[in-house]
């Protein structure tokens, strides 16, 4: 699946390749310079689209963010 911007992104709960996380990881802070608790804002994250995609473990996830304000997380 590709974005507005012609880049590849993960399918919802599809396993990524190898190394796809980490080459992901490399975009945003390292764990070593991260705060305690990392605080984000989910507008940002979503770019203002009101949908982001997230990985765990190689796993990505959906957040999208509702009329209400309201999130959801979906694997």
């Known amino acids: ?10 399918r919802l709960g599809l396993r990524m390749p190898d190394g796809a996380a980490d080459a992901t990881l490399g975009r945003h ?26 990985l765990l473990d190689d796993v990505a996830y959906t957040l999208r963010i509702t009329r209400n304000g309201k999130l959801i997380l979906t694997k």
């Open 1 to 10: 699946m590709r974005d507005d911007n012609g880049q590849t992104r993960p």
């Open 29 to 54: 802070m390292q764990p070593d310079t991260c705060p305690k608790v990392p605080r984000h804002d989910a507008r940002a994250l979503t770019c203002g689209a009101g949908l982001a995609h997230i």
